[in-house]
Structure formats: structure tokens, C-alpha cells
């Protein structure tokens, strides 16, 4: 099976999937580089950087498309 890196499969997710979904959960390496971070560099982020991730993360939340619901 091959393996494909993680650029290439966001590449295919996009092409595949809604982009506006895709596109909040392709900002998971947020979390993923605050805990390598801190467990291989020992790196702990400051109230700057950490606003600045919620700032990206809060944006990608509300570039997920809405459910209508409909009505009779």
C-alpha cells in the first residue's frame, strides 16, 4: 500500500470533500505541534501564540458549513 505524506493527502481531501470542512480540520497540526513542542523541545508556548491559535482555530470552526433545517 502506498503511503502518501501529509500535504499530498490534504491535496486529495480537497479535491474529494467540501473544502469549507476540510479546511477545519486541516488546522489539527496545531495541536499536534503544541504537544511535539513540548515533549521533544520542551517548547511551551506563550499567551501570544496561544491567542493566535485560538484565533485560527475559532475561524476554521466557523468556516464549517451550517445545517438548514427544512421546513414544511
Do not use: C, H
Not at 13 to 26: H, L, S, W
Not at 27 to 33: A, D, K, P
Not at 51 to 58: E, F, M, T
Amino acid at each position: 500500500m502506498r503511503r502518501f505524506g501529509l500535504g499530498i493527502g490534504a491535496a486529495i481531501a480537497y479535491q474529494n470533500g467540501p473544502p469549507a470542512t476540510v479546511a477545519a480540520f486541516d488546522y489539527s497540526y496545531l495541536v499536534f505541534s503544541l504537544i511535539w513542542g513540548g515533549l521533544f523541545f520542551a517548547e511551551l508556548p506563550d499567551a501570544l501564540s496561544l491567542a493566535g491559535i485560538v484565533v485560527i482555530v475559532v475561524a476554521g470552526f466557523l468556516s464549517l458549513p451550517r445545517r438548514t433545517r427544512k421546513t414544511a
